[in-house]
């Protein structure tokens, strides 16, 4: 792995982690109890198991579907760490002042974090769908309460995703 990516992930394990610590970020608007589609806004963190484990945390602003959309994340003072955006064809981290092209929202989501994250069933989880994705596993029964929990059990690395929702 070289620097700037090694660097760019470290970037957002770090900042991500300070959120974990229950800093608080700007309000934000979240899903309608109805299950309407977002934006989705609150906290995130992820735990990848690896060697070296890795974790992140981060306010987070999600938008859009899996087809287009933009995830950004925020360090505690609500400024802007990356913005992860996504349409057909294409996908673009944003991050310190520096724009990185990808082939898929799959591959931009697995970069960005270690783990490869299942963003069309993230968007059905975060609906209340437990629509199955290969290899994880969502706990959505908590989900009335704003919070969202899916671990990914095979193959390596094993990875714990945990999403609070921020409250209008």
Do not use: K
Request: glycine share 12%; net charge positive.
């Amino acid at each position: 792995m070289s620097l700037r990516v090694a660097g760019a992930r470290g970037l957002l394990l770090a900042a991500s982690l300070a959120l974990a610590a229950g800093c608080a970020s700007p309000p934000r608007t979240v899903a309608p109890a109805d299950g309407a589609a977002g934006p989705w806004s609150g906290r995130l963190a992820l735990e990848v198991q690896e060697d070296p484990p890795r974790s992140f945390s981060a306010g987070f602003e999600l938008r859009g579907s899996a087809t287009v959309g933009e995830l950004a994340l925020y360090n505690p003072m609500g400024g802007t760490l990356a913005v992860l955006a996504w349409g057909p064809g294409s996908a673009r981290l944003r991050s310190n002042g520096q724009t990185r092209e990808f082939e898929s929202v799959q591959a931009l989501a697995a970069h960005a974090t270690g783990a490869p994250i299942p963003v069309s069933a993230l968007f059905d989880w975060l609906r209340g769908i437990d629509t199955p994705a290969p290899g994880w596993q969502a706990d959505l029964s908590s989900l009335g309460e704003g919070r969202l929990r899916a671990r990914r059990l095979q193959p390596p690395p094993r990875a714990d995703l945990r999403l609070v929702l921020e409250r209008p």
